[in-house]
């Protein structure tokens, strides 16, 4: 049903709606990478780093000081 509705797998989905809640994190809050990562429920940070990147040809520092 949700590939119905938004054209994407449910995995696709939260790893879209994890990255919108990072941006958010990484634009609004001191918070280090590796804290995001673990608020997000990853057990390493390196793959929310590996994911982020994926998703926004960026990593989470390379965001993050887009914004300093």
């Known amino acids: 049903m949700l590939r ?3 054209g994407q797998n ?3 989905h939260i790893h879209d709606k994890l990255i ?3 941006k958010e994190y990484l634009t609004t ?9 673990y608020q997000l429920g ?3 940070s ?3 780093n590996k ?12 965001f993050k000081q887009t914004f300093n």
Do not use: D, R, W
Not at 51 to 62: A, D, I, R, V, W
């Open 20 to 22: 919108e809640k990072a």
């Open 51 to 62: 994911l982020f990147k994926k998703k926004t040809s960026q990593t989470p520092m390379e």
């Open 29 to 37: 809050t001191n918070l280090s990478v590796s804290e995001i990562a």
């Open 42 to 44: 990853f057990e390493y």
């Open 10 to 12: 449910a995995q696709q």
């Open 4 to 6: 119905s509705q938004t």
């Open 46 to 48: 390196q793959s929310f």
